[in-house]
């Protein structure tokens, strides 16, 4: 099978730098399955085209073909595997240009980053969807695509019109988005992956596909078909897709606390850094080592009490791969010792379906999340929270909306942040917490956070939760006992 990209951007070998293979040269890469050669065709000043050949090994497929359910006998041994771009592709794409799909060039970073024309040429395509798929999938994402059917021999006529297709897609884009989008789109268009699809075949989808994925007008095919079909894996993949789109829109304005208007006003209160301390400290003194920051954003939390020995493990959970992105580096997570990096992970997850993952901790923390959820929504994060995660402490926090009216700047009336379906009253909040205690065996306190206002109290609100039943409790409420 064989991958060509071409650029006419100038200079044209700059490619070399992209690809960060030496136009001069021809590669070659072992690969489990066969053999990748990476060479170039043409390496001008006006263009510059390189290829990837992959060669899957013939004794591999024969193996593999044992295994493949519903295989003709001779399927092993006959079948368009070696020609067509598939799996196989992929992992040989992954392998050899790994720099370039991630968009890192030590040589030419701004190149890296910029949109230039280029061209991605496959000899050949299986596509049962037809023309008319392949188009739905290149199109939206700004390509111009060309398909040509390859006719299939005279004898096969019967089986109707030829799946294969030799195709060209062309756009201004990044080289790191356009292998991206081959990454993802090619398996789809196939049908088929040459190896198990597990969860980490989730993470990677969403991975890929941040920021055109959730947005992309064939996203459940797409999910579909790079999951092969799998329904628990799409279910998890869309839910979370369909949570990055709603919650994306503003990733980062929301995430990004510094220049918005909830900022702004609540500023010179130092508002935010009282939410955190009061939390930080409050959960130490309830004796929660493990604990989960539920929407833990860029990560303020996190740094705060990883800077706590107390704490032996933290996990931050946000829908925002944005906002987990700067909280990583925020953290510094590549450059901790080990020790430190085993005490924290973060992840990439929403708060509105059940996840094992953040179950079984002494505590959790909600900080500043909830006025982000539609009302709808907020029923889906108590089932997920206090009815599945079930920590033995939950410590959330939201504004409270009668404070507004102390900042002309905002006016009573409007709400801290554009991104904020909802602000509450004392007494909304107070009966919210309240019900939901009840209703899931949890004691609730509430308490004032920033300087109170005779009259409308303070400026922001928070409810501590205490499971009043079940295992988990048991060591939190000793200690709490003891206080
Ligand atoms: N707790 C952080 C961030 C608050 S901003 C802090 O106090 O600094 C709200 C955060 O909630 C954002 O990072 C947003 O991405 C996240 N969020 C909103 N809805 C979510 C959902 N349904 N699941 C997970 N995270 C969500």
Redesign the pocket.
């Known amino acids: 099978m064989l991958l060509s990209i071409t650029t006419t951007h100038q200079p044209a070998s700059d490619l070399g730098y992209l690809l960060a293979k030496h136009p001069d040269r021809i590669q070659s890469f072992e690969l489990n399955f066969g053999q990748a050669h990476f060479f170039y065709p043409e390496a001008r000043a006006d263009l510059c085209r390189a290829s990837l050949l992959v060669e899957v090994d013939p004794i591999y497929l024969t193996r593999r073909g044992q295994t493949v359910r519903d295989a003709g006998a001779l399927y092993p041994y006959v079948n368009d595997r070696p020609y067509v771009a598939s799996s196989f592709l992929c992992v040989a794409l992954s392998q050899v240009l790994r720099s370039a799909i991630s968009g890192r060039c030590k040589e030419r970073p701004e190149l890296a980053a910029q949109a230039i024309p280029l061209r991605a040429e496959l000899s050949v395509v299986r596509c049962r969807g037809g023309e008319e798929f392949l188009r739905r999938l290149f199109e939206p994402l700004g390509y111009e695509v060309e398909a040509a059917p390859l006719p299939l021999d005279s004898h096969f006529e019967e089986w109707g019109p030829s799946p294969y297709f030799r195709v060209s897609v062309e756009a201004e884009t990044t080289l790191a988005q356009l292998l991206t989008h081959l990454y993802v789109l090619l398996p789809v268009l196939d049908h088929d992956k040459h190896y198990w699809v597990g969860e980490d075949e989730v993470e990677k989808l969403l991975r890929h596909g941040e920021g055109w994925l959730e947005s992309h007008p064939e996203r459940s095919r797409i999910t579909r078909g790079y999951l092969k079909q799998r329904p628990s894996l799409v279910r998890m993949a869309l839910a979370r897709l369909v ?1 990055d789109e709603e ?1 994306g829109s503003e ?1 980062g304005s ?2 990004s ?1 510094t220049d918005d208007r909830e900022d702004f006003v609540e500023r010179p209160l130092g508002l ?1 850094d009282t ?2 301390k009061t939390v930080a400290q409050l959960l130490k003194e309830a004796g929660c080592r493990r604990m989960v ?6 990560g ?2 996190l740094k705060r009490l990883m800077e706590d020995r107390h704490f032996t493990e933290i996990v931050g ?4 791969i944005r ?1 987990l992105e700067i909280a990583h580096s925020r953290l510094k997570l590549d450059e901790l010792p080990e020790a430190q990096r085993q005490r924290i992970r973060l992840l990439h ?4 379906y059940r996840d094992a993952r953040i179950e079984g901790f002494d505590a959790a ?1 909600v ?3 909830i006025e ?2 539609d009302p709808p ?1 907020l029923r889906a ?1 108590e089932r997920v929270l206090f009815g599945c995660a079930k920590p033995g402490l939950v410590l959330l926090t939201t504004p409270n909306r009668e404070y507004n009216a102390k900042w002309p700047a905002l006016g009573a009336d409007s709400l801290r942040h554009p991104d904020h379906r909802f602000e509450w009253t004392r007494a909304e909040f107070g009966a919210w917490a309240g019900e939901v205690a009840a209703r899931y065996a949890y004691a609730v306190e509430i308490r004032p956070l920033g300087p109170s206002d005779p009259d409308v109290g303070a400026p922001s609100q928070l409810a501590l939760f205490r499971k009043t039943t079940g295992a988990g409790s048991t060591a939190i409420m000793e200690k709490h006992h003891e206080d």
């Open positions: 949570e919650e990733d929301r995430s606390r935010h939410r955190l920051d539920l929407g833990c954003g860029e303020r939390l959970l946000d829908a925002s906002a997850g929403a708060l509105t923390a900080v500043e999340v982000h959820l929504r994060l």
